[in-house]
């Protein structure tokens, strides 16, 4: 199985800052690298497939990119709305694998 | 853009039998590959099955394989999970999601996730 290590596992941050979540593939998945958000009590929303495309209503604050076996999401000019945890997933081969998760707050 | 409900989750003891529904609206179900993703407690995400549009190809977590059934009805807009052999291990929350269109060809990301079925297994 591909495992992704997301870093770092939680982080602190303010609106306006700019963060980076990097996920790491224990083998290489091209471009198959896929960025979920999740908000406590909802279901994950796509932000980011095929490591640098933005899903269909996401701002353009988020923007992924990599290739192989690391890629990162960049948020920049955090919003409030932002606070989240933060997901990868590999869509390369079965088993589909996720990363731990990277838990962002204030 | 759609809508994904997930029904039919509850406590069971270990060794029962569940079956887990999804209804889908707004979209034609059978343009889509399908999948069950599930979330324990407080945990991280965690992929269980999927199914292609047609259910000519499914594939299993190993975790659940032998166990689990992923199964679909596209006239009736529905997607569905067998589960036997219940363990506390499978104690979650339930997601069903679809993939974005891809004309039969299953593309392993989610654009679309209901808002979970939990299950409890405990004696």
């Known amino acids: 199985d591909i495992q992704l290590t997301q870093s770092p596992s939680s982080l602190s941050a303010s609106v306006g800052d700019r963060v980076t979540v990097t996920c790491r593939a224990s083998?290489?998945?091209?471009?198959?690298l896929n960025w979920y958000q999740q908000k406590p009590g909802y279901a994950p929303q796509l932000l980011i497939y095929?490591?640098?495309s933005l899903q269909s209503g996401v701002p353009s604050r988020f923007r992924g990119s990599g290739s192989g076996t690391t890629f990162t999401l960049t948020i920049s000019g955090l919003q409030l709305d932002d606070f989240a945890t933060y997901y990868c997933?590999?869509?390369?081969?079965?088993?589909?694998?996720f990363g731990q998760g990277t838990r962002l707050e204030i | 853009e759609g809508q994904l409900v997930e029904s039919g989750g509850g406590l069971v003891q270990p060794g029962g039998s569940l079956r887990l529904s999804c209804a889908t609206s707004?979209?034609?179900?059978?343009?889509?590959?399908v999948h069950w993703v599930r979330q324990r407690p407080g945990k991280g995400l965690e992929w269980v099955a999927g199914?292609?549009?047609?259910?000519?190809?499914?594939d299993y977590a190993d975790s659940v394989r032998g166990r689990f059934t992923i199964s679909r009805d596209n006239a009736k807009n529905s997607l569905y999970l067998q589960m036997n052999s219940l363990r506390p291990e499978d104690t979650a929350l339930y997601f069903c999601?679809?993939?974005?269109?891809?004309?039969?060809?299953?593309?392993?990301?989610?654009?679309?996730w209901g808002q979970g079925a939990l299950v409890t297994v405990s004696s």
């Open positions: 095929s490591a640098s």
């Open positions: 999601a679809k993939e974005p269109y891809s004309e039969g060809i299953m593309k392993y990301y989610f654009d679309l």
């Open positions: 997933q590999q869509s390369f081969v079965t088993p589909l694998t």
């Open positions: 199914i292609s549009s047609n259910s000519a190809n499914a």
């Open positions: 707004g979209f034609t179900l059978g343009d889509f590959g």
């Open positions: 083998q290489p998945v091209i471009n198959y």
